[in-house]
């Protein structure tokens, strides 16, 4: 259930990529990993959301270079593959724009201050924007965690883009499909709504778009101006 009491009171909005904007599928990158290993190694772990080793954490934070990144990759899992490949099944997670974000993001930019925060990595972000360039330049900034060193659900991640930007914290609304993440944010002040599925993220803009359409018809102009 969303509360949309709260959103009279939003003037920013801080967008999630994956899960919110941009579908990932963490069995597929399992699967196309788990393809590359060497089957005469052994017992060796398998790549799992849940049980990531701390070469995805060094590296999401800005820690590991692409090459380093990808020998760590291939000693934790006995991978053997050549960069071209072993970048392909690590991109294998992405799946695609969700339809219609660009033209959604567009609507609530001309109302709201909007910004991206990511936990992300220099080859998915590399893919997504080759993929779709639109998507990312539709926002006033991009916060991502490779570059920040910082990462989703430490709170100083929040507070830099809070910073960053001059939001205060009680006018911004968090959209996040992590309950962690969600959880950390609101210790700082800032509103939060739980996208638990894709489609709510178009009624959530419906909802916000509204309440600024009742604003400018109330006092004859946006918040923004």
């Known amino acids: 259930m969303i509360d949309t009491s ?91 724009v969700y339809e219609g974000r660009v033209q959604l993001l567009e609507q609530l930019r001309s109302r709201y201050r909007i910004v991206l925060l990511s936990n992300t990595n220099d080859i ?9 360039p639109e998507l990312l330049d539709v926002f006033e900034q991009c916060f991502y965690s490779h570059e920040m060193k910082l990462r989703k659900p430490e709170p100083a991640i929040f507070e830099q883009v809070i910073a960053t930007m001059g939001f205060l914290p009680e006018r911004t609304l968090l959209l996040v499909d992590s309950l962690q993440h969600l959880r950390t944010a609101e210790t700082l002040g800032i509103h939060t709504v739980w996208i638990q599925q894709p489609e709510s993220v178009e009624l959530v803009a419906s909802l916000l778009l509204e309440v600024k359409t009742e604003d400018i018809c109330a006092n004859g102009h946006s918040s923004r101006e």
């Open 6 to 96: 709260l959103f009279s009171s939003i003037d920013n909005i801080i967008f999630d990529l994956g899960g919110v904007l941009y579908g990932v599928d963490y069995i597929a990158v399992e699967q196309a990993l788990s393809a590359l290993q060497d089957s005469t190694a052994g017992d060796v772990p398998v790549y799992s959301r849940f049980t990531q080793p701390d070469c995805v954490t060094l590296y999401e934070t800005g820690r590991l270079s692409n090459p380093e990144f990808r020998e760590a990759m291939r000693q934790a899992f006995s991978i053997q593959a050549d960069d071209d490949t072993l970048d392909t099944a690590w991109c294998a997670i992405l799946t695609g």
């Open 124 to 132: 998915h972000l590399r893919a997504v924007r080759n993929e779709c």
